[in-house]
């Protein structure tokens, strides 16, 4: 049977291999290291095609067919203003806007930023109170997860309906919850066939499809292959497979390969010579028994917000009052860090150095707040927090280490 497995392993990486050598892993994007941010990729992106006075030329053509695909109540007339990453202080940042005369498209964009407090009830606020128009709040995630209870704050779901209690009455919000890798890449390749004869708009719209399909696991050629070889299977090798898929999917063997990793960061971490395992937060420090526990509360009678956090908290060496944190919570991976109310700098002079990170302030078991970066999909097996589960020969992990320690570098100089 052993061996049986070692063929079917040797196979499946022959394929991966292949698709390798044909280039379906090149994309612009992803080489010049921004595939994950939402700041600098994705909002600019969906900004840049949703704008009528867009690059693209087409006017209001990638517009009209947005509202037309997910069927918004948007009226495309008059002076529409189409902005990115604005600043209100009262009510935050808002990664994008869209209005007309009368009405304002939100669009919230979580590739693996965390939920804000109250973010999505201060974006309605905004709306009433500040822009004067009618709402209309988008919630983009690559798997289309809905926000947090933290960050609906007063709104409420009740029978598949967002609403919320103003002067005594329950109002409804239009707010609609969406993913990169069903919606988004269904608007594109929808959109796409019109422009046949503009090469290098079709080009462009093909490699942020390709980039959004490596981001969540979605390569079509890969998938299809694999596919073939597993419907070829012989009886011993489809008992191998099962044996392989049983061990694969267990709450026990996950747990074990979250521990792993924690223990192989926090190791990378001390090795240096700078941090230590933090005195504090000792309800988050990982176990084998919480880390097999975390992937057990995955289901849907234990919703993410109620999920543990668990992981590796160590602390500066150069400033005690400095903690950087590696967990698991909700269904991703987050590094972040937190400060004691002795230390000389805030989490709003990291948010000005580190734009891609959200702040949080208050977080569950820690109630200081923090300053985070997610990393899905941890609940789904899947993008790259996947990739840093193999602690074995694993160049991704190794380099994503180097990264958080060179960010604490910087921090450490404020």
């Known amino acids: 049977m052993n061996s049986k497995i070692s063929q079917i392993i040797q196979s499946t990486l022959n394929i991966l291999e292949e698709n390798n050598s044909h280039g379906n892993n090149f994309n612009l994007l992803k080489i010049c290291g921004v595939s994950n941010s939402e700041v ?6 969906l900004k840049e095609l949703l704008d009528p006075e867009g690059t693209h030329g087409q006017k209001d053509l990638f517009l009209k067919s947005f509202v037309e695909f997910f069927k918004l109540d ?23 806007m869209i209005e007309n005369e009368e009405q304002i498209i939100i669009l919230e964009n979580k590739i693996y930023a965390v939920d804000q407090s109250k973010q999505l009830q201060r974006y309605f606020n905004f709306c ?19 926000p947090s209870f933290s960050s609906l704050g007063n709104i409420k779901k009740v029978d598949n309906k967002y609403l919320i209690q103003a002067n005594n009455e329950l109002i409804n919000i239009n707010l609609r919850c969406l993913s990169y890798k069903i919606d988004i890449i269904s608007w594109l390749e929808d959109i ?18 390709n980039l959004l399909r490596m981001l969540t696991n979605e390569l079509v050629t890969v ?25 694969f999917n267990s709450s026990n063997y996950r747990g074990d390969l979250l521990f792993k990793l924690f223990a192989y960061f926090e190791h990378k971490f001390i090795e240096t010579g700078n941090y ?34 668990i992981g590796c ?39 000005r150095l580190l734009p891609t990170w959200g702040q949080a302030k208050q977080w569950k078991k820690i109630p200081d707040g923090l300053i985070s970066k997610g990393i899905e999909n941890l609940r789904n097996f899947s993008g790259d927090a996947f990739k840093l589960l193999a602690v074995k020969d694993n160049n991704f992990l190794d380099d994503f280490i180097k990264d958080r320690l060179q960010e604490m570098d910087i921090i450490l100089k404020l």
């Not at 933090?278 to 917000?305: G, R």
């Open 40 to 45: 600098f990729t994705h909002t600019p992106i």
């Open 74 to 96: 948007f009226k495309i007339r008059g002076n529409i203003k189409t902005k990115k990453e604005q600043r209100f202080n009262d009510y935050g940042q808002i990664d994008l």
């Open 128 to 146: 009433k109170n500040y822009a004067k128009k009618q709402p209309l709040l988008i919630y983009l995630t690559l798997f289309g997860n809905e």
């Open 192 to 209: 796409k066939s019109q422009f046949n004869h503009l090469t290098n708009l079709q080009s462009a719209l093909n490699q942020y499809i």
């Open 223 to 247: 998938n299809k292959e694999l596919k073939n070889m597993l419907l070829e299977m012989t009886p011993n090798e489809l008992q191998a497979i099962k044996q392989i898929s049983n061990q």
């Open 276 to 309: 230590e395992i933090s005195p504090e937060f000792q309800d988050i420090h990982y176990t084998f028994k919480n880390c097999q526990q975390w992937f057990k509360q995955l289901s849907n009678i234990n919703p993410e917000s109620k999920r543990n956090v």
């Open 313 to 351: 908290v160590l602390r500066s060496k150069k400033n005690l009052h400095v903690t950087f944190l590696f967990v698991a919570a909700k269904d991703n991976l987050h590094y972040g860090i937190t400060l004691s109310e002795e230390c000389h700098f805030n989490l709003n002079d990291l948010e």
